[in-house]
């Protein structure tokens, strides 16, 4: 895989995520204190996502009910 291949995944795996959550581009970036262009610039490949933040992509892909939309049954 390249680089860019690989940064395409891993920011389709970040969308799946938010989505997961039933969160908005502004809604997660609001839970994360930071400015929701930051997660526009990671989920379109603009900029590579930090370590931490795909480490949660990662538990949540393991067990989805860790991080689960309150609104959306399993």
């Given at each position: 895989?390249?680089?860019?291949?690989i940064?395409?995944?891993?920011?389709?795996?970040?969308?799946?995520?938010?989505?997961?959550?039933?969160?908005?581009?502004?809604?997660?970036?609001?839970?994360?204190?930071?400015?929701?262009?930051?997660?526009?610039?990671?989920e379109?490949?603009?900029?590579?996502?930090?370590?931490?933040?795909?480490?949660?992509?990662?538990?949540?892909?393991?067990?989805?009910?860790?991080?689960?939309n309150?609104?959306?049954?399993?």
């Amino acid at each position: 895989m390249t680089p860019s291949q690989i940064n395409k995944k891993s920011s389709d795996r970040l969308t799946k995520f938010r989505e997961a959550l039933g969160l908005s581009m502004r809604g997660l970036a609001k839970k994360w204190d930071m400015d929701h262009s930051t997660i526009s610039k990671w989920e379109n490949g603009k900029e590579p996502i930090p370590g931490p933040v795909m480490e949660l992509v990662d538990l949540h892909e393991q067990n989805p009910k860790l991080y689960k939309n309150p609104k959306k049954p399993l």
